[in-house]
């Protein structure tokens, strides 16, 4: 059971290039998020999704866009990346009965 | 707005020196407060939930409880391999469960 798979680990990119972050789970959960976790901050939510084909914005939801086409992946997009996208992300995910959130990995990114 | 604030933000025990950490929350209708634990390079990892003033839980030597006002985790006797940090989280009423998490207290105990 791999549980929140997040793809890629590690990436670096230039300022204004595009990337997607995926979100793979493997739990049938309807509620799917991406964090970020910057160094003093805490973990920030981006956006959100409460089921297949639904999103909904966090706190800190400019500058991303997400989809989420099948139940089962959540896709976090910087369509042109500033060096304050540097971090690192998460996602998590949990059912609807179930308050427990699961996370993957974490994706580290760096925007130069 | 919801808010949390993690006290210490760094504790540095020996082994076998209890302490608490400390979790101060504002959240209008609480309906959980939420403790996990991250490894360096890994995401959070759930621990506790806990939904009303003077609950109490417990996992080996961790021990977490609830006023209406704050949360704490008590460690007994740590071990080196509790250390971690340590997050709180409050999930406020609302849609999509959504949570709010504190910065964190950095634990460390040397052997």
């Known amino acids: 059971n791999a549980g929140v798979t997040q793809t890629p680990k590690f990436r670096v990119l230039k300022t204004g290039q595009s990337m997607t972050l995926l979100c793979a789970q493997d739990?049938?959960?309807?509620?799917m998020y991406w964090y970020r976790q910057d160094p003093g901050m805490g973990l920030r939510l981006i956006h959100y999704?409460?089921?297949?084909?639904?999103?909904a914005k966090g706190e800190v939801p400019d500058g991303y866009n997400v989809s989420r086409l099948k139940k089962q992946n959540f896709l976090l997009g910087l369509e042109s990346a500033a060096p304050s996208q540097t971090s690192v992300y998460f996602c998590?995910?949990?059912?609807?009965?179930?308050?427990?959130?699961?996370f993957g990995s974490g994706t580290q990114l760096s925007v130069l | 707005e919801d808010q949390v604030t993690q006290s210490p933000e760094a504790l540095r025990l020996q082994e076998g020196e209890s302490s608490s950490l400390n979790c101060s929350y504002t959240?209008?209708?609480?309906?959980?407060l939420f403790w996990y634990r991250q490894d360096p390079g890994k995401g959070p990892e759930f621990l506790f939930t806990?939904?009303?003033a003077g609950e109490e839980k417990e996992k080996e030597r961790l021990k977490a409880t609830l006023t209406k006002k704050e949360s704490f985790l008590h460690i007994t006797a740590p071990k080196p391999e509790d250390s971690a940090t340590y997050l709180c989280?409050?999930?406020?009423?609302?849609?999509?469960?959504?949570?709010?998490f504190g910065e964190g207290t950095q634990l460390t105990v040397n052997p």
């Open positions: 998590a995910s949990r059912d609807r009965i179930n308050e427990k959130l699961f």
């Open positions: 739990m049938n959960h309807e509620y």
């Open positions: 999704s409460v089921g297949e084909g639904t999103t």
């Open positions: 959240v209008s209708g609480l309906r959980g």
């Open positions: 806990l939904y009303s």
């Open positions: 989280a409050v999930q406020g009423p609302g849609s999509g469960s959504r949570l709010t």
